[in-house]
């Protein structure tokens, strides 16, 4: 198994338990640059998926989501070999049609802050797709929802991380917006279920396929289970709400159960059980 990561918003950390294991090896490298390795599957997950990373440098952040694309589709043609694309709920925007079922082409903002991500995300699909058409590759796209688990970067920026963060140094918990805002949380471990079964279904099954969790709850809810789990003192505190952010996502998971016997098995309230723990330990 060989993992390249150019260590851009991921730690090496992140990998240490999997050193002695005898077919791991750890490459830094950047997508956006070709990679000539001979591998008999890809799973191509580059790209910060946090909106204070992915806006830090927009323009690297579109190269990285279509460069590379290319780059591994490139890869995936010289050795005939299965490719599975990390794609976005992010692909459907400010979503006008709920929950999000994979028909629906979404509500996005092509000149926003979050475009960068997003755009860059659907042209990596068109790739996808037209390498499928043009060159029979074999193809598997999934639209990944919001996830969550240990090893998050404690400074990610995303809800689940912030909301852990703040409340155990009891500190305000930054509700932007008012809060009403609602989002499906999949914990990380039903994630990467979903990823391997993709990977191993028939040729047919290209995608999209929408992995997710479509349990739904609202930024003040996934608040007070946060200070609940921690005991915390401490306070809601509400903040301005970024520029389209979506005001509510929840995939419909209807092809993931019938195309991939799949489903989340993590209940929110355990996920965050076990994602404490890890921020709790955090040295
Ligand atoms: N959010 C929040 N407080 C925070 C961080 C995020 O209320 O400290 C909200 C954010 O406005 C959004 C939701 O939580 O409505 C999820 O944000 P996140 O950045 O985790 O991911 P997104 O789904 O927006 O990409």
């Not at 909106?51 to 190269?63: L, S």
């Not at 994979?102 to 960068?116: A, D, K, L, Q, T």
Request: include cysteine; hydrophobic fraction near 35%.
């Amino acid at each position: 198994m060989l993992c390249a990561d150019n260590l851009f918003t991921g730690t090496k950390k992140n990998v240490d338990h999997l050193h002695n294991h005898p077919r791991f090896e750890f490459m830094r490298h950047d997508v956006c640059f070709p990679l000539y390795v001979e591998v008999d599957e890809i799973y191509n997950l580059a790209c910060p998926a946090s909106p204070i990373h992915y806006q830090h440098d927009p323009v690297q952040t579109t190269k990285t989501s279509v460069h590379g694309a290319i780059n591994m589709l490139g890869l995936a043609k010289r050795l005939k070999c299965k490719i599975f694309q990390a794609s976005t709920s992010e692909v459907y925007g400010d979503p006008s049609v709920h929950p999000q079922p994979e028909e629906y082409w979404g509500n996005v903002n092509p000149i926003g802050p979050r475009s960068c991500y997003d755009e860059g995300k659907r042209c990596a699909e068109t790739l996808f797709f037209d390498y499928y058409r043009q060159h029979q590759l074999e193809i598997k796209v999934a639209r990944i929802f919001n996830t969550y688990g240990p090893r998050m970067h404690p400074k990610d920026g995303r809800v689940v991380s912030n909301f852990i963060m703040q409340a155990l140094a009891h500190e305000d918990v930054t509700i932007y917006g008012d809060g009403s805002q609602t989002r499906s949380f999949c914990y990380v471990d039903d994630l990467i279920e979903g990823f391997v079964r993709m990977m191993a279904s028939p040729k047919e099954v290209v995608g999209p396929i929408n992995l997710g969790n479509p349990v739904e709850f609202t930024m003040v809810e996934l608040a007070e289970q946060v200070l609940k789990l921690t005991n915390s003192k401490s306070k809601l505190k509400h903040m301005p709400l970024p520029a389209d952010d979506p005001k509510q996502r929840r995939p419909d998971i209807s092809k993931a159960r019938s195309t991939l016997g799949w489903e989340p098995k993590v209940p929110l309230t355990e996920g965050l059980r076990q994602t404490v723990d890890y921020f709790r330990n955090l040295s």
